[in-house]
Each structure stands twice: as structure tokens, then as C-alpha cells.
């Protein structure tokens, strides 16, 4: 196996008086794609939302690049190299495509600033990016408003890309497409960590997979061997894949 590039020791996370995280162990090999799953309510969000410090952990260790980030404020984490695609999306519904790309690439005051090469490549990932540039963002399909999402998290270089349920309400087809693009940026070198629903994605993207139950991990491994298990599947998640 890779090197780890994020690895969550113990953690704990408080949201008010609730005990959501319960000690969570997780290891997120380098340049790999890291499926981490579990029923609804299992602390999947709340994991990511803590790595990316708009939770703070209340117990245990986080760091990515052998650096603690535990304590770190969101922009700092995010200065590491490190993206977070919400489940909202997070995209600024009224402002057009292009403002949107310009307001991610931290370096660019305008869309004209934007590494040309990468935006090219983004395109060809996300036609629909290109197709809609000047087209208000609030009016993008559910599919087209996700590939936006991805596309702003990846317009400067990341190490580390974190995307929670990408495939959310999305048409096969746009599924599929959404695979291919993801398929690519792991081949470009990006490692990424995705809480996903949608067993048949997990199952065709996922190099390595977590299973969440009640605030921690309970199953970790490679996604393939998860995937031909079906009494573990039915054990961990109540389905088969």
C-alpha cells in the first residue's frame, strides 16, 4: 500500500451535547481513491466536516502530509492543499459559472487569471462547464451544478480532494460521466476521499473503503474485496452490492 496522506487517530467530535464521532480510526492512502460508507446517521458527513476543521474535534488526532491539523482553522486546512465538495454543493446560485470558477482560484481576479491549461483540462472533464460559462449557476441542472462543484474545488492544483455524495439525485448518466471524471483526476495523481450512497459508484471507483456504524469505523479495506463479500455487505450495510 501507499503512503498515508490522511490519518484520523481517535477522533472525537462534540456538536453541542451530542457525541456524534466516538473515536474514529481512518487512513487515506496516497494517490488512491478512499470510499467511506455507512447507513444514514452512521458520522460519515460530520468525519469530513471535522477534517476540514468547521468542526472541531474534541479528542484524537488528524494529519495530512505527517502535519497535525487538528487544531487548525478551515482556511488554513484548505491552504494545505486540501478541497471539500459539500453536499450542498456550496456553489454561489447567483452568480454566473465563470464568477464562480474565478471566486476558487484564490490566485485569479478574473476569469482571464486562471491557469489556462488546467482550464482546458476542466473542460474537457466538464463540458457542460464550458458550455454554461456565462450562464447563472443557480439555473444549472442538479448534474451540471455538481460537475460545477468539482470543478471549482479542482481549478488550482489539490492534493487531497474531498467530495460528499457526489452522485446524489444524479441521472445514470450523468453518474457515469461524473465516474469518468473522477476515474481521470485520480490518474492525474489527486487522492480523494468520497462519502457516497450509490453502491454500483462505490463499487467501480473505490480503491479502499471505510464503513462507518454509530460514530466510528468498523470495516476497513479494499473496496474489491468488500464488493465480493455479500455476507459482510449485508453485516456492514444492510444491503448487497
Do not use: C
Not at 86 to 106: Q, W, Y
Not at 136 to 158: D, F, N, T
Not at 214 to 224: E, F, I, N, P, W
Amino acid at each position: 500500500m501507499s503512503d498515508i496522506l490522511l490519518k484520523l487517530e481517535g477522533v472525537h467530535t462534540h456538536i453541542g451535547a451530542y457525541h456524534i464521532l466516538h473515536g474514529v480510526d481512518l487512513e487515506v492512502p496516497r494517490g488512491q481513491l478512499t470510499m467511506l460508507l455507512g447507513r444514514n446517521g452512521a458520522g460519515k458527513t460530520t468525519t469530513l466536516r471535522t477534517i476540514m476543521g468547521l468542526w472541531q474535534a474534541s479528542q484524537g488526532r488528524i494529519s495530512f502530509n505527517g502535519q497535525d491539523i487538528t487544531k487548525k482553522h478551515t482556511p488554513q486546512i484548505a491552504h494545505l492543499g486540501i478541497a471539500y465538495v459539500p453536499e450542498n454543493m456550496g456553489i454561489f446560485a447567483d452568480l454566473t459559472v465563470k464568477e464562480n470558477m474565478v471566486l476558487a482560484a484564490r490566485q485569479a481576479k478574473t476569469a482571464a487569471h486562471i491557469d489556462e491549461a488546467r482550464l482546458q483540462w476542466i473542460f474537457k472533464l466538464f463540458p457542460a462547464v464550458e458550455k454554461f460559462w456565462n450562464h447563472p449557476a443557480g439555473k444549472l441542472s442538479g448534474g451540471q451544478k455538481q460537475m460545477l462543484a468539482v470543478s471549482r474545488a479542482i481549478v488550482e492544483p489539490r492534493e487531497l480532494l474531498i467530495i460528499d455524495e457526489p452522485s446524489k439525485g444524479l441521472a445514470p448518466a450523468i453518474i457515469n460521466n461524473m465516474i469518468e471524471a473522477f476515474q481521470q483526476l485520480k490518474a492525474s495523481g489527486v487522492t480523494i476521499l468520497l462519502v457516497e450512497q450509490n453502491i454500483n459508484f462505490a463499487k467501480r471507483l473505490g480503491d479502499t473503503v471505510a464503513v462507518m456504524d454509530d460514530g466510528r469505523v468498523v470495516h476497513s479495506g479494499t473496496m474489491a474485496a468488500l464488493a465480493q463479500d455479500e455476507a459482510l455487505q449485508q453485516r456492514l450495510l444492510g444491503l448487497s452490492l
